[in-house]
């Protein structure tokens, strides 16, 4: 490919910089579902590290508060003569990166009766922010289940009001179930920020059964631990051969992407990567100011849902935050988001990307 052919290949592959969508409140409650890769998980899906009792544990328990939501008893590895205990409202997961809290989340989900959802805390967050306190209230009041997947500590406003928020719902008969993550092989702090969680909450932490889930990262049992980078011709040749081969990809500066993010609310990142099958990033560079670090947290939180490939030039995408921030307040927020960096990120071509 000539100098002039890459910069016309350039010129025509979509922009995700070229999106500002808009969303509404009605959208964001419509998307409150587990995202597609965990569209059909179940407890039987679920693959446990046997390494780890308390992976095993966490589906018996999970199972039960699943039974005794809709008023049955449990099968599986409960007796069917056994009548089921009196739960509490509300199943709080407390566990390192990838040992599989999401799936197990989605499992409850799906096999729990409606009306229910699912989503993170900055999807719950957002829709407060787009409907108001009271209407998401009004939305979600019906609900039997709501389950929360990577609970933040690390604001204090927001976490207040989904401590408001969740405190009315129980009271109306909602079950609770959330997530939240702990560095991987730190039980000692897993088991303080679970304490954390459940003195948040207040008066509702009596209603919360803590379950600890040990393991390490599924996402990185069979990775380098790190993201690979491309130089930037081996970029323009795999970005031409996609869409050559019909794939829809994208392909943005770095720091462009980063400036256009600012001006996207976090909500409607769903609606920038819609219909998209790879995102090519050129030019990373590390980044020193936590608004837009937390801003890349947030685009890849909604790209690992959507299974989105990510190829990219430059910085490994695994070295994007500086050493400052990964030692900081939002360190476990960081730690997650490159355990999902890692599993996104290639430097092959993306098989069945169209």
């Known amino acids: 490919m000539t100098a002039a052919a890459a910069q016309k290949a350039k010129r025509q592959v979509p922009r995700l910089t070229e999106r500002s969508p808009t969303i509404t409140g009605a959208e964001i409650v419509a998307e409150l579902v587990p995202p597609p890769q965990f569209e059909h998980a179940s407890f039987e899906s679920y693959r446990p590290d046997l390494a780890y009792p308390s992976q095993m544990g966490a589906v018996e328990k999970l199972q039960a508060f699943a039974g005794a939501g809709q008023g049955q008893r449990t099968g599986g590895f409960f007796s069917r003569s056994r009548k089921v205990k009196a739960e509490l409202p509300g199943i709080y997961l407390d566990g390192g990166f990838g040992v ?211 190829i990219a030039s430059g910085r490994p995408l695994s070295e994007v935050f500086d050493t400052e921030m990964l030692a900081g307040g939002y360190r476990k927020k960081y730690l997650r988001s490159l355990s999902r960096i890692v599993a996104l990120t290639t430097g092959e071509l993306p098989p069945h990307a169209e």
């Open 100 to 310: 599989g809290k999401t799936h197990l989340l989605a499992a409850l989900w799906h096999s729990s009766p409606g009306p229910k959802y699912f989503g993170t805390f900055i999807e719950y967050t957002a829709l407060v922010g787009a409907l108001g306190y009271q209407e998401t209230i009004t939305q979600l009041r019906s609900a039997k289940l709501i389950c929360i997947d990577e609970f933040e500590l690390d604001d204090p406003g927001d976490t207040m009001v989904m401590t408001r928020l969740l405190g009315e719902l129980v009271k109306t008969g909602t079950r609770v179930a959330a997530t939240s993550n702990t560095p991987p092989n730190s039980l000692g702090e897993g088991r303080f920020a679970a304490q954390d969680f459940l003195r948040e909450i207040r008066a509702m932490s009596d209603n919360f059964e803590t379950l600890r889930i040990d393991g390490l990262d599924y996402r990185r049992r069979k990775a380098e631990g790190h993201a690979v980078a491309v130089d930037p011709e081996t970029l323009d040749h795999m970005v031409s051969a996609l869409e050559q081969r019909g794939s829809a990809v994208t392909r943005d500066d770095f720091g462009a992407l980063m400036t256009h993010l600012a001006t996207v609310h976090p909500s409607k990142y769903v609606k920038v990567i819609n219909g998209v099958s790879v995102i090519a990033l050129s030019n990373v560079f590390l980044l020193t100011d936590q608004t837009d670090a937390l801003r890349l947290v947030a685009f890849i939180d909604r790209v690992y849902d959507a299974e989105i490939p990510i």
